[in-house]
C-alpha cells in the first residue's frame, strides 16, 4: 500500500468513528456535562483516571478544566489520579498496581465528586477497581471505553467506542472530552447556559 493512501485512510477512519460515536451518544453526551457542572456547582471536582495514553488524557483534561479550554473563566477543580509518582509507587509498592487509583479516590474524593475512568479495552484491573470503589462512594462514574469491558456495565454514564483500534478510540475520547469541557464551560458561564 502507497503511504500517502495509508494516510488518507487512516484520516478516513478516524473521522467516521469520531462521527458515529459522537452521533450514537447525544444523549449520553448531555448527561455527562450536566453531571460535571452540577459536581462544580456543588464545589466537588472532577477525577480522572487511566492507564498509558488514557493516563496521558486523564491529563489533558484536567488541564483542560483547570486552567481553561476556550473560555476565560475561574479555574475548575479536576485532578488526574495518574501524576503524583509517589503515591502512585508506594500504593504500588506496599499493595498493589491494582490499587492505585482506588486509594486515591478513598483518600480524596467526597460526595458530588465525578470520577472519570478510561480504559479503551473496558478492563484494566486498577480503572476496573477504581470504578467500583466511586461506585461504593457514591460518586458518579463516567466511563470510557471501546465496545467491550467491564467499565461500561459499572459506569453511571458509559462512553464506548465502536472499533477495535485503539488509535480511533483514543481519538474520539479526547473529542468526547474536549465537547465537555466546552459545554461545561458554556453551561457554567454564558449568559445563557444550556439547560
Same mark, same amino acid.
Not at 475512568?117 to 458518579?140: E, F, H, M, Y
Given at each position: ?12 477512519? *478516524? ?10 451518544? !447525544? +444523549? ?13 456547582? *456543588? ?7 487511566? +492507564?498509558?495514553?488514557? %493516563?496521558?488524557? %486523564? ?7 483547570? +486552567? ?21 509507587? *508506594?500504593?504500588? +509498592? ?32 486498577? !480503572?476496573?477497581?477504581? %470504578? ?28 464506548? !467506542?465502536? *472499533?477495535? !483500534? ?30
Amino acid at each position: 500500500m502507497e503511504y500517502e493512501k495509508l494516510i488518507h485512510l487512516s484520516l478516513n477512519e *478516524s473521522i467516521k468513528v469520531k462521527q458515529t460515536f459522537i452521533q450514537t451518544h !447525544v +444523549n449520553e453526551i448531555m448527561e455527562a456535562a450536566k453531571a460535571i457542572v452540577r459536581c462544580f456547582k *456543588s464545589g466537588g471536582k472532577l477525577l480522572l483516571c487511566g +492507564n498509558g495514553g488514557s %493516563a496521558a488524557d %486523564a491529563q489533558h483534561i484536567a488541564a483542560e478544566f483547570v +486552567n481553561r479550554f476556550q473560555m476565560e473563566r475561574p479555574p475548575l477543580a479536576a485532578l488526574a489520579l495518574t501524576t503524583d509518582t509517589s503515591v502512585i509507587t *508506594s500504593i504500588g +509498592n506496599d499493595y498493589s498496581f491494582e490499587d492505585i487509583f482506588s486509594k486515591q479516590i478513598q483518600a480524596l474524593a467526597r460526595r458530588g465528586d465525578v470520577v472519570v475512568c478510561i480504559s479503551t479495552g473496558g478492563n484494566s484491573p486498577n !480503572v476496573i477497581k477504581a %470504578a467500583l470503589q466511586a461506585c461504593d462512594s457514591g460518586l458518579n462514574v463516567i466511563g470510557m471505553s471501546g465496545s467491550v469491558g467491564q467499565l461500561r456495565e459499572i459506569s453511571d454514564i458509559a462512553f464506548c !467506542v465502536d *472499533s477495535p !483500534v485503539t488509535a480511533r478510540i483514543q481519538e474520539s475520547h479526547i473529542t468526547l472530552a474536549h465537547i465537555l469541557c466546552d459545554l461545561t464551560e458554556r453551561m457554567l458561564f454564558e449568559k445563557y447556559p444550556i439547560e
